[in-house]
């Protein structure tokens, strides 16, 4: 079946089967590979995209449900690589391994749009369903307060 996807502001036909999960449409038919296969079960959060502008797992969202709609990777989450997350994310020196921060920031990005000065536990909570196996999360914490803080200033330092 031909679905049509708009991703990351471009429109998009994918011939798929109706259950293919929107993690594979993205990496191999549009060759997006910023997010990450973690676990296939929607448990770690490496394959967090923003279906309509809500945080979902790639890796169990149906190519059929994602249809028509707007779909936002890390690779649109800003086209200069400036997002206030994604200049936090350097400045802090927050991955380790790296693997799971596009999760990390897609979530963090959801999160701040709804909550523009978040305290730790509204990080926390926000943040707790996507798993960091390095144990980065002090610096993760650290680089969304930061992000939060240049959100507030119009954009990057």
Same mark, same amino acid.
């Given at each position: 079946?031909?679905?049509?996807?708009?991703?990351?502001?471009?429109?998009?036909?994918?011939?798929?089967?109706?259950?293919?999960?929107?993690?594979?449409?993205?990496?191999?038919?549009?060759?997006?590979?910023?997010?990450?296969?973690?676990?296939?079960?929607? /448990?770690?959060?490496?394959?967090?995209?923003?279906?309509?502008?809500?945080?979902?797992?790639?890796?169990?969202?149906?190519?059929?449900?994602? #249809?028509?709609?707007?779909?936002?990777?890390?690779?649109?989450?800003?086209? %200069?690589?400036?997002? &206030?997350?994604?200049?936090?994310?350097?400045?802090? %020196?927050?991955? @380790?391994?790296?693997?799971?921060?596009?999760? /990390?920031?897609? #979530?963090?990005?959801?999160?701040?749009?709804?909550?523009?000065?978040?305290?730790?536990? %509204?990080? %926390?909570?926000?943040?707790?369903?996507?798993?960091?196996?390095?144990?980065?999360? &002090?610096?993760?914490?650290?680089?969304?307060?930061?992000?939060?803080?240049?959100?507030? @200033?119009?954009?990057?330092?």
């Amino acid at each position: 079946m031909v679905y049509k996807l708009k991703v990351n502001k471009k429109d998009y036909s994918v011939d798929a089967t109706p259950d293919m999960p929107l993690l594979w449409v993205l990496r191999d038919l549009l060759g997006l590979t910023g997010t990450k296969f973690g676990c296939g079960m929607a /448990q770690c959060g490496a394959c967090t995209v923003h279906l309509e502008g809500e945080a979902v797992r790639s890796c169990v969202t149906l190519i059929a449900r994602a #249809a028509g709609k707007e779909v936002t990777t890390i690779e649109g989450l800003s086209p %200069d690589s400036k997002h &206030p997350l994604q200049v936090a994310w350097l400045e802090e %020196d927050t991955p @380790q391994c790296g693997y799971c921060q596009s999760g /990390q920031i897609m #979530a963090a990005a959801v999160l701040l749009r709804e909550n523009a000065d978040p305290t730790d536990e %509204d990080i %926390d909570h926000a943040m707790s369903g996507n798993i960091c196996r390095c144990g980065t999360y &002090p610096r993760i914490r650290k680089a969304i307060h930061l992000a939060a803080k240049l959100q507030k @200033q119009g954009g990057t330092k």
